[in-house]
Nanobody, 124 residues
Framework: QVQLVESGGGLVQAGGSLRLSCAAS????????TGWFRQAPGKERDFVAA????????YYADSVKGRFTISGNNAKNTVYLQMNSLKPEDTAVYYC?????????????????WGQGTQVTVSS
């Protein structure tokens, strides 16, 4: 089991920056991938970014590529999402997720563990 807690959300003006953190506890050593997903009101949960730990590859949704950066430490117990040049359309609840299985890291259905989410609101 892995427990995930997100933090760092808040209200920011368009063009601003936020850094989200995901603190993991439990059996983090077996984590294959950690991802960030977001869900806006009335919409489905969408992929944002992910990191696979075996090869330290990173993946990004086209909508955030060049603006967001995912990173973490070797112990896999902290993962960050640096968000720059924020836009109003980035407004959503952001979730951290993790899985020990070797899966497609961009697919939310493949993840086993989820945090409670943190709200990000970008004003225009």
């Amino acid at each position: 089991q892995v427990q995930l807690v997100e933090s760092g959300g808040g209200l920011v003006q368009a063009g601003g920056s936020l850094r989200l953190s995901c603190a993991a506890s439990g059996r983090t050593s077996s984590t294959y991938a950690t991802g960030w997903f977001r869900q806006a009101p009335g919409k489905e949960r969408d992929f944002v970014a992910a990191i696979t730990w075996s090869d330290v590859n990173t993946y990004y949704a086209d909508s955030v590529k060049g603006r967001f950066t995912i990173s973490g430490n070797n112990a896999k117990n902290t993962v960050y999402l640096q968000m720059n040049s924020l836009k109003p359309e980035d407004t959503a609840v952001y979730y951290c997720a993790a899985t020990p299985r070797k899966v497609e890291a961009t697919q939310s259905a493949r993840y086993d563990y989820w945090g409670q989410g943190t709200q990000v609101t970008v004003s225009s």
